[in-house]
């Protein structure tokens, strides 16, 4: 048994996720667990700065970087393969959908079993159903999605995300929390690993994604998920007016950038939390609805 673990990590929490989900298949010497860790030709900053959200437009428009060579051999005939995500601007990582672009990504992935493994602040699923629609266009089958979120309020997870993401503090600090998915919940992803160990060795992938749910695998907030999508179309509308003012002059670009990340900066502190509220209520009330969509979300399958 072959597992392939790819990913791309900025911070490094990504990596403390993915190394607590795969430690219960590690002690089997029956499964061997190879990494690969993308590196663009032109790393992306950490901590952000101005020129990560330079490439805004980029990443929601799904315009790939340059990736140094893979470690992996194509032809390999991976029994699993783990796909580690980050979320950037609502979309898939650069990298990430980078890699899902190249040729080699398509030939190791035709036939074979993906597992998603989001480490995110709250808003994964509109990154998730592009990389589904890749998946499925590369002949993979996708058998599993995990995702470990900042569980603190929206609000105060964006203080603290920007805290950590642009000025490189991670915190705590006085009343705010340490930013990002928490040790608890990160020591805890272990569990989801025992739960995969089981259906590796039984060969059995068909009740993973049910049993992963159960476990507390995929939580997602109605409310959350409105905002996302909302923000999903403003975020393309704008990632176009980007890259039109670039064909134009560089000056140009840079002024939409930054006004794009103004009204970033005021969604996120000023009108999400009054939206959040409107679209809790809106659950509620159409809440055979919401349940419908928040199982599909919850689940693998891709919309046709």
């Not at 992803?189 to 993973?208: C, H, M, Q, T, V």
Request: proline share 5%; charged share 20%; net charge positive.
């Amino acid at each position: 048994m072959r597992v392939l673990v790819v990913y791309y990590t900025q911070s490094g929490q990504l990596k403390e996720i993915i190394d607590s989900v795969v430690a219960p298949l590690t002690p089997d010497s029956n499964i061997v667990v190879d990494y690969e860790e993308l590196r663009p030709v032109s790393d992306y900053p950490f901590p952000w700065g101005d020129a990560f959200f330079d490439c805004f437009p980029e990443c929601v428009m799904d315009i790939p970087c340059a990736l140094h060579p893979f470690s992996f051999n194509p032809e390999t005939e991976y029994d699993l393969i783990i796909l580690a995500c980050q979320s950037w601007f609502l979309s898939p990582s650069i990298p990430i959908a980078s890699f899902l672009n190249t040729t080699e990504a398509q030939r190791l992935l035709r036939g074979r079993r993906v597992i998603t493994l989001h480490g995110i602040r709250n808003m994964w699923v509109s990154a998730q159903e592009i990389i589904k629609q890749k998946l499925s266009a590369a002949g993979a089958r996708l058998v599993g999605n995990i995702v470990l979120a900042d569980r603190h309020n929206n609000w105060i997870a964006a203080i603290t995300i920007v805290r950590w993401l642009v000025h490189g503090k991670r915190g705590p600090t006085g009343i705010l929390p340490r930013a990002g998915v928490s040790d608890a919940d990160i020591r805890n992803a272990s569990r989801f690993g025992e739960i995969l160990l089981d259906s590796i060795k039984n060969n059995s992938y068909d009740d993973l994604q049910q049993n992963l749910v159960a476990a507390g695998a995929v939580r997602v907030k109605f409310d959350l998920l409105l905002i996302e999508r909302n923000a999903r179309k403003i975020f393309v509308k704008f990632a176009r007016n980007v890259l039109h003012r670039s064909t134009i002059s560089a000056e140009k670009r840079s002024a939409g950038v930054s006004i794009f990340k103004g009204y970033l900066l005021f969604a996120l502190f000023l009108l999400s939390p009054i939206v959040s509220v409107i679209f809790t209520i809106a659950g509620l009330l159409i809440y055979p609805v919401a349940r419908k969509k928040i199982k599909y979300y919850q689940g693998i399958l891709l919309k046709s």
